[in-house]
RNA sequence: CGGGGCGUGGCGCAGCUUGGUAGCGCGUCUGGUUUGGGACCAGAAAGUCGCAGGUUCGAAUCCUGUCGCCCCGACCA
């Protein structure tokens, strides 16, 4: 492809509304646009990209049995009735209606039709196992689309659906498709963690997240250093430690006039005690009841734990009206004793001796507080989030915490859907049997976008050479000059010729305008073409992240270059 | 949905408080000089100041409404 036909406006200047970096990159070297709130078009350069991913992906897909398919986009409402989710999807389903009012939503997902489908045509266990996939669009209207392609509101997905005899079946199934996605973001260049996550609302016993590292990310990660466990934050087990051989002795709970104290940390400062010996108290409703919840100061709530905990279906934090209703005192104050509501305490609770909390009155705490003799909550269950630092569940290793961006999420859904919409084979025995389900999917969009986020410096994008746009870009330092157009049409024709995309970037531009963009937008090799070393019968050949050229003659360049290429 | 911010040539912004000629940088076009890390000179084109009402002799500027975008939160998984 020549530079000057390839339609990539690169800017100067940071376009305003982008805020993290994969964003400002995308806009900056012309790879999208933005047409609405977390919607965008395309470009050149972004499409080849995705087709590359896209390509990994469906050959990995392939190789683990998986059979292309292509569902549509608009699904009519009676499927979704049908299974249940036409009202309980919620505001994030677009919406629409034809001529004849009859309702559509512009498919989130596509459980409601991949099941109707196997449905209509498996009958017979001799059918399974069978796994079906497609890469295509998916809406969801996002409460907050952010981040450019990070939360859209449209966005290109692989889905695949598996269909298995039974659980056993299913085991295997999913096997596969963990390892095909390793595979996936391996063959892809990028780092990444496979993480124990949690399956949420979409039900199932076992879910994985793939990870791909990135400061940036919104999933925090906690990993091992010695075994090879990773989870995510929200699904990772907190492990307590070996009690202390003996317990410290216990104080007499004392009252505190504590003015103006609202915040763990004015209470640090107040009392002296660091954030570790106080308990936080936190208000929740669950389905309508108002319970407080208390874990060590210094930690995280995690409402996904807590919500499984409970075995809640509505879980939101209570507001102080509420709270202040029913125990007397505002947010703040608060704390476990003498409250008239159930109580759960995180297990980290019960190696606290002494510690301190709010007293149920505003401006007053409570210290030296022990649970059992002060206070027995209703149940101690795990509800923080895992940080670094914290013990291995498997190994007692300690763990490691990171950040990343959730690329691939792989989930077993057992027979939730089967179920709902009927979809059945026929067994051995001629009895009718539910199909036991599992659901894959790669964000596509979000996986350029991570790819950008892990892989970038000052200059610009530093693409993995097997999803790079273009594995090489030539540039003549001047395109006036007739030598070096030469000598950059014959390296473009040879190179092209063995199977290598290249770039030849033959615009009437200043060189220092062509390195610009070639950094901006990526392009793993660079050879530069200038008069000194052309005179010698050489040409510059630099990767993008070395600061070095190296010089090597016409003759030779192309086979070291591949050499080099292969080797990546 | 709550809080905050922003809408002014293609992009980035100033002007608004205190109403009176729409401005700067980048980009674009033409000509010239240049040509190894975002060149220089000269000239040019390009803006219903998001939209709709209102106040006023006069509105980018003041008032009301509305639409859109960005950030934080809640929500979702």
């Given at each position: 492809?020549?530079?000057?036909?390839?339609?990539?406006?690169?800017l100067?200047?940071?376009?305003?509304?982008?805020?993290?970096?994969s964003?400002?990159?995308?806009?900056?070297?012309?790879?999208?646009?933005?047409?609405?709130?977390?919607?965008?078009?395309?470009?050149?350069?972004?499409?080849?990209?995705?087709?590359k991913?896209?390509?990994?992906?469906?050959?990995?897909?392939?190789?683990?049995?998986?059979?292309?398919?292509?569902?549509?986009?608009?699904?009519?409402?009676?499927?979704?009735e049908?299974?249940?989710?036409?009202?309980?999807?919620?505001?994030?389903?677009?919406?629409?209606q034809?001529?004849?009012?009859?309702?559509?939503?512009?498919?989130?997902?596509?459980?409601?039709?991949?099941?109707?489908?196997v449905?209509?045509?498996?009958?017979?266990?001799?059918?399974?196992?069978?796994?079906?996939?497609?890469?295509?669009?998916?809406?969801?209207?996002?409460?907050?689309?952010?981040?450019?392609?990070?939360?859209?509101?449209?966005?290109?997905?692989?889905?695949?659906?598996?269909?298995?005899?039974?659980?056993?079946?299913?085991?295997?199934?999913?096997?596969?498709?963990?390892a095909?996605?390793?595979?996936?973001?391996?063959?892809?260049?990028?780092?990444?963690?496979?993480?124990?996550?949690?399956?949420?609302?979409?039900?199932?016993?076992?879910?994985?997240?793939?990870?791909?590292?990135?400061?940036?990310?919104?999933?925090?990660?906690?990993?091992?250093?010695r075994?090879?466990?990773?989870?995510?934050?929200?699904?990772?087990?907190c492990?307590?430690p070996?009690?202390?051989?003996?317990?410290?002795?216990?104080?007499?709970?004392?009252?505190?006039?504590?003015?103006?104290?609202?915040?763990?940390?004015?209470?640090?400062?107040?009392?002296?005690?660091?954030?570790?010996?106080?308990?936080?108290?936190?208000?929740?409703?669950?389905?309508?009841?108002?319970?407080?919840?208390?874990?060590?100061?210094?930690?995280?709530?995690?409402?996904?734990?807590?919500?499984?905990?409970?075995?809640?279906?509505?879980?939101?934090?209570?507001?102080?009206?509420?709270?202040?209703?029913?125990?007397?005192?505002?947010?703040?104050?608060?704390?476990?004793?003498?409250?008239?509501?159930?109580?759960?305490?995180?297990?980290?609770?019960?190696?606290?001796?002494?510690?301190s909390?709010?007293?149920?009155?505003?401006?007053?705490?409570?210290?030296?507080?022990?649970?059992?003799?002060?206070?027995?909550?209703e149940?101690?269950?795990?509800?923080?989030?895992?940080?670094?630092?914290?013990?291995?569940?498997?190994?007692?290793?300690?763990?490691?915490?990171?950040?990343?961006?959730?690329?691939?999420?792989?989930?077993?859904?057992?027979?939730k859907?089967?179920?709902?919409?009927?979809?059945?084979?026929?067994?051995?025995?001629?009895?009718?049997?539910?199909?036991?389900?599992?659901?894959?999917?790669?964000?596509?969009?979000?996986?350029?976008?991570?790819?950008?986020?892990?892989?970038?410096d000052q200059?610009?994008?530093?693409?993995?050479?097997?999803i790079?746009?273009?594995?090489?870009?030539?540039?003549?330092?001047?395109?006036?000059?007739?030598?070096?157009?030469?000598?950059a049409?014959?390296?473009?024709?040879?190179?092209?010729?063995?199977?290598?995309?290249?770039?030849?970037?033959?615009?009437?531009?200043?060189?220092?305008?062509?390195?610009?963009?070639?950094?901006?937008?990526?392009?793993?090799?660079?050879?530069?073409?200038?008069p000194?070393?052309?005179?010698?019968?050489?040409?510059?050949?630099?990767?993008?992240?070395?600061?070095?050229?190296?010089?090597?003659?016409?003759d030779?360049?192309?086979?070291?270059?591949?050499?080099?290429l292969?080797?990546?």
């Amino acid at each position: 492809m020549k530079a000057s036909q390839l339609f990539f406006p690169t800017l100067r200047e940071l376009p305003s509304e982008a805020e993290i970096v994969s964003h400002q990159l995308l806009l900056r070297a012309g790879y999208m646009r933005k047409t609405g709130a977390g919607i965008y078009s395309y470009l050149p350069l972004a499409v080849r990209v995705l087709k590359k991913i896209e390509q990994i992906v469906r050959e990995e897909m392939n190789r683990a049995d998986g059979q292309e398919i292509l569902m549509p986009i608009i699904q009519p409402q009676e499927l979704w009735e049908k299974s249940g989710r036409w009202s309980v999807y919620g505001d994030e389903m677009f919406r629409l209606q034809d001529r004849h009012k009859r309702g559509f939503a512009l498919g989130p997902t596509h459980e409601e039709i991949i099941t109707t489908l196997v449905d209509a045509d498996v009958q017979s266990y001799r059918d399974l196992p069978l796994m079906l996939y497609q890469i295509q669009n998916k809406y969801r209207d996002e409460i907050r689309p952010r981040f450019g392609l990070m939360r859209g509101r449209e966005f290109i997905m692989k889905d695949l659906y598996s269909f298995d005899l039974d659980e056993e079946g299913l085991d295997v199934s999913y096997k596969k498709m963990y390892a095909a996605y390793c595979a996936i973001f391996h063959r892809l260049g990028l780092e990444f963690r496979v993480v124990e996550a949690d399956s949420g609302a979409i039900g199932g016993n076992e879910s994985h997240e793939f990870v791909v590292l990135a400061d940036s990310g919104e999933s925090v990660i906690v990993y091992c250093d010695r075994c090879d466990y990773a989870a995510n934050v929200e699904k990772a087990e907190c492990v307590l430690p070996e009690p202390a051989k003996e317990a410290p002795p216990l104080q007499e709970m004392e009252k505190i006039h504590t003015p103006g104290v609202k915040t763990i940390q004015e209470l640090v400062g107040f009392l002296g005690h660091p954030a570790h010996e106080q308990a936080k108290t936190l208000m929740y409703m669950a389905d309508g009841e108002l319970i407080a919840v208390i874990l060590r100061g210094d930690r995280e709530l995690n409402e996904i734990k807590l919500q499984h905990a409970l075995q809640a279906s509505e879980l939101f934090m209570a507001d102080e009206m509420t709270v202040r209703e029913q125990c007397g005192a505002g947010f703040g104050s608060l704390g476990p004793v003498g409250l008239p509501l159930k109580v759960y305490a995180d297990p980290e609770i019960t190696r606290l001796y002494n510690f301190s909390a709010g007293a149920n009155q505003d401006d007053y705490h409570l210290v030296n507080i022990n649970l059992g003799r002060d206070f027995i909550p209703e149940k101690i269950i795990d509800v923080r989030n895992a940080e670094a630092g914290d013990i291995c569940p498997h190994c007692g290793g300690t763990l490691q915490s990171t950040r990343g961006i959730e690329a691939g999420h792989i989930f077993k859904l057992g027979t939730k859907y089967s179920d709902a919409m009927e979809a059945s084979y026929r067994d051995q025995n001629g009895q009718d049997q539910p199909i036991v389900m599992g659901c894959y999917g790669i964000g596509i969009s979000r996986t350029m976008a991570a790819a950008v986020e892990q892989k970038n410096d000052q200059d610009g994008i530093v693409w993995p050479l097997p999803i790079a746009p273009y594995h090489l870009i030539i540039v003549p330092v001047n395109s006036k000059k007739e030598d070096q157009m030469e000598a950059a049409e014959r390296l473009y024709q040879e190179f092209s010729a063995r199977g290598v995309e290249v770039l030849l970037d033959d615009r009437d531009e200043r060189a220092g305008v062509k390195f610009k963009d070639a950094d901006l937008i990526g392009i793993p090799v660079r050879i530069t073409i200038g008069p000194k070393s052309l005179q010698e019968n050489k040409v510059e050949v630099k990767k993008r992240m070395d600061k070095e050229n190296l010089l090597l003659t016409l003759d030779e360049v192309v086979d070291k270059v591949l050499a080099m290429l292969n080797a990546e």
